[in-house]
């Protein structure tokens, strides 16, 4: 397996043009993802069987009373830590921060309990660090990593590192949580730079992160109902990804098995759209999908991916405050 932080030469234009459409994927999967997975949020498999028989629409609703194609916090941070890194060229905490609380003050339909603490902790002290806590391992920095992935794809795994932790440590600061973060970013890069073995290599690496963490074995029980514990999402996420073999598929059985669904159908529409390419994603989806949310989508991933040392040559930039 390549390792993803390996600098490649020159690309062809005809490799950078795919790896953009990849981009593009990731980006309007999350997207699509979260829109659909918003309908049944905290609905369980039986109640959404009941109400929606097989729920695969971007019809909204659900416990927010969203309008259809309405996206909720994981995609508005998404597209919130994307400005950050693009307005400083960089990483800079302070950034990043800043932009999530600007988002916090936007009012959105639906914020997190530990994503509210953190920014609010930033608010108040200027603090861009939480605290460690080893049983805080949710899922909200992982559903807005995105943007580290295509923002730094190309650069050496300390790299990775260093950012995707740094817009995570901002509000999620967990050990359990952290590895999986790394896990679903690496992934991630492997999908955008796709090739004939790039799902192969993927399935590799959620077997790592089984191996490296027990908490994450997705290979016993169907995980249905998940919660925002990111083992549990997690595991939702790869059985789905796993047994299906196309965009529509996966997306559709991970939010049909309810719980965080927006989440789970956030981080399984960016994984799986960096896999397929844009084109896999159904046209009634992306018709569907916010115009507004679209657009900031395809203009983020491009921008994003612009700047990533794989396509510019140039290393990852990190601004100290």
């Given amino acids: 397996m390549t390792p993803v932080s390996a600098r490649s030469p020159e690309l062809a234009n005809s490799e950078r043009v795919a790896i953009m459409d990849r981009a593009q994927g990731a980006y309007l999967g999350l997207a699509v993802g979260d829109a659909l997975g918003s309908t049944v949020e905290f609905m369980t498999p039986g109640e959404i069987r009941e109400a929606h028989g097989m729920h695969k629409d971007l019809i909204g609703g659900g ?92 650069a050496s795994m300390d790299e ?20 999986g973060m790394l896990a679903v970013v690496e992934m991630t890069q492997r999908a955008l730079r796709g090739g004939g073995d790039a799902y192969r290599d993927m399935v590799v690496l959620a077997h790592r992160l089984r191996d490296q963490a027990p908490e994450y074995d997705f290979t016993k029980r169907p995980q249905n109902n ?49 896999l397929h390419g844009a084109a896999a994603i159904p046209a009634r989806w992306t018709r569907d999908l916010d115009p507004s949310v679209r657009k900031h989508c395809e203009m983020q991933a491009r921008a994003l991916l612009e700047m990533c040392p794989l396509l510019s040559g140039r290393p990852v930039r990190f601004i100290l405050d």
């Fill in 63 to 154: 416990w927010l009373r969203l309008r259809p194609g309405r996206v909720t916090d994981d995609t508005e941070m998404s597209l919130a830590l994307g400005r950050a890194i693009l307005s400083e060229e960089g990483f800079r905490p302070s950034s990043i921060a800043e932009q999530f609380d600007a988002w916090l003050k936007s009012k959105p339909v639906d914020v997190g309990h530990t994503v509210r603490r953190g920014i609010m902790r930033f608010r108040t002290h200027g603090t861009t660090l939480s605290p460690m806590d080893p049983y805080d391992a949710g899922n909200g920095a992982v559903m807005r990593v995105l943007p580290v992935a295509l923002a730094t794809l190309g």
């Fill in 226 to 274: 998940p919660g925002g514990f990111l083992p549990e999402t997690l595991r939702a996420v790869m059985q789905a990804f796993l047994r299906t073999d196309n965009f529509e598929s996966a997306l559709v059985d991970v939010v049909n098995r309810g719980g965080d669904a927006d989440t789970t159908g956030a981080i399984l529409g960016f994984m799986a759209g960096a």
């Fill in 160 to 179: 990775i590192e260093r950012a995707a932790l740094m817009q995570a440590h901002v509000t999620h600061n967990a050990p359990l949580a952290d590895v």
